[in-house]
């Protein structure tokens, strides 16, 4: 006779029932949608409330002052955060 210990919970049965149901291509569709709207409320809830900072524009428009003014080797490129950390 098996003991207790042998045999998943009943919690874990329901899960792993759980998952091959949800896995299944019927849900597919479901799944990818639940991820767009949660990432659009997700991104909604971090542009209201991450304040706007001037710090990249600011270092963008040096780098490109920068470039405008002949200088076209990227490693010499800087802005106020640093070196340029990709072409143009």
Request: aromatic share 10%; with cysteine.
């Amino acid at each position: 006779a098996a003991s207790k210990g042998d045999q998943p919970s009943n919690s874990s049965g329901l899960i792993r029932q759980l998952y091959i149901r949800l896995s299944s291509a019927t849900f597919d569709v479901l799944y990818i949608l639940s991820l767009l709207v949660l990432e659009t409320i997700l991104c909604m809830v971090i542009v209201q409330r991450v304040a706007y900072t001037e710090i990249d524009w600011t270092a963008y428009m040096e780098e490109v002052e920068t470039y405008l003014a002949g200088e076209t080797d990227y490693l010499q490129i800087r802005g106020g955060t640093g070196p340029l950390v990709y072409p143009a």
